[in-house]
Each structure stands twice: as C-alpha cells, then as structure tokens.
C-alpha cells in the first residue's frame, strides 16, 4: 500500500466549477501536511499547508481529518489556470516529503 | 523562479555509464533534498542535506547512488553503472531550516534517459 493516495484523475471542469480532491495517507505518525501544485513538464510548488482546524486561502480551501488520516483540497470558481497535478504531501518527524501521485485537474473553458 | 539551479536540464547516456548532476540552492538555504520523479507518479525522496552533513538517505537510494555537498552550497547526485530503471527526473529542492514545515522550494529537475 502506497504512504499518500490519491485518484490520479483526469477531473475535467468547466470554468466556475467547485472541484474537490481527496487524498489518505497511511502513517498515523505524519505530523504536517501539504497540498503541491505542479504544472505540465515543470517543478512541484507549495500550493498550501493543510491544519487541523482546516484553512483557507482565496479560492482554495484544505481540510484534515486525522482520525480517517484524510485530507482534501476544494478548489471553488475554478479559472483555466488551475489546470495542473495537485500533489498531496505528507511529512512525519522529519523533513523528508512523502508525495501522492497527484490528481490531475483540467479546466475547460 | 525560486532560484534553485539544476545542470543539466536532460542527460541522455549508455546503460552502464556514470552520470552526475549538479544543483545550486538558493543561496541562503542551508537545506538540499533530491527527489526522483517518473511518469505519473509524485516526486520520491532520495537524500537530504542539512549545511554539508547527509541526514538522511531512502531505504530505495542503492549503493549506485552518492549525493555530496562538500562546502554546505551546491550539491552533486551521482549515478554509477546506470540502469534503464534508473530513467527519471532529479530534482534538487532547498529550504531553510527554520522555515515553515515542507516549503521546500524545487529547481527545474535533470532528465535522465538510460538508453
């Protein structure tokens, strides 16, 4: 079983939609947690932290639940530009990233 | 840009030959991290530097493998006897020690083809 899982997708929106993506990880141990952002053919960027109470940042909002060790990332009024891979990341102790696959998001005007 | 550099951008080489690749952090950072990414799957760690001392190395890195970062600045990855399996992209990602938790911030990778 893979540490960070998610649906590798494609989610295929219309402009203006609410898309949600979902991730589990197996570590009842991780300590922090984070949604990546990652372009075709580019790096990964830090797209947001994700807290237990759960945060949001414009349109973007995360959510964690460790009791399901569940995270979620709801993205509302998608714009084309969003289209990319959303990665979700886990970390325990350490500084070491631990990545899902990513999620595949396409916005279609 | 987040000013982390990777040299070079795609390396194309025989299966059995020895490859390095280079990476410049930026410049205040005294963490270095390499990560391994294939097609359709996350960014995997390998190493991790805190200043020049390897803190920690991935179960999966095999003895091929050797990270350094002699001086606490840039870094190299070091592949001997290169497989096909080994075909992927390097990235190299820095962050200060003392910053927020996984605001790691990657350079543009290293391609990596075995032929």
């Known amino acids: 079983r893979k540490e960070v899982e998610q649906d590798p997708g494609p989610f295929n929106v219309p402009e203006g939609a609410t898309v949600a993506f979902n991730c589990t990880y197996s570590?009842?141990?991780?300590?922090?947690f984070f949604w990546y952002r990652q372009d075709c053919r580019k790096e990964p960027k830090l797209l947001m932290s994700?807290?237990?109470s759960g945060n949001e940042d414009g349109r973007f909002t995360a959510q964690l639940n460790r009791a399901s060790q569940y995270i979620s990332l709801l993205i509302r009024d998608s714009k084309l530009s969003d289209s990319a891979t959303y990665l979700c990341?886990?970390?325990?102790?350490?500084?070491?990233?631990?990545f899902g696959t990513g999620t595949r998001l396409q916005v279609f005007p | 840009d987040t000013g982390v550099s990777q040299d070079p951008r795609h390396k194309i080489t025989k299966r059995g030959q020895n490859v390095t690749f280079r990476c410049d952090p930026i410049?205040?950072?005294?963490?270095l991290y390499w990560y391994r990414q294939t097609l359709g799957q996350g960014p995997e760690f390998l190493t991790y530097?805190?200043?020049?001392?390897?803190?920690?190395k991935s179960r999966l890195l095999s003895d091929r493998f050797s990270a350094e970062r002699p001086k606490g600045s840039f870094s190299t990855l070091e592949i001997q006897r290169t497989e096909q399996g080994d075909s992927a992209m390097y990235l190299c990602?820095?962050?200060?020690?003392?910053?927020?938790?996984?605001?790691?911030?990657f350079g543009p990778g290293t391609r990596l083809t075995v032929l």
């Open positions: 990602a820095s962050s200060l020690a003392l910053a927020l938790p996984g605001e790691q911030f």
């Open positions: 570590n009842s141990a991780s300590q922090s």
């Open positions: 994700v807290y237990s």
């Open positions: 990341v886990v970390s325990e102790n350490t500084d070491k990233l631990i």
């Open positions: 410049s205040e950072h005294n963490r």
């Open positions: 530097f805190q200043n020049e001392a390897q803190l920690e």
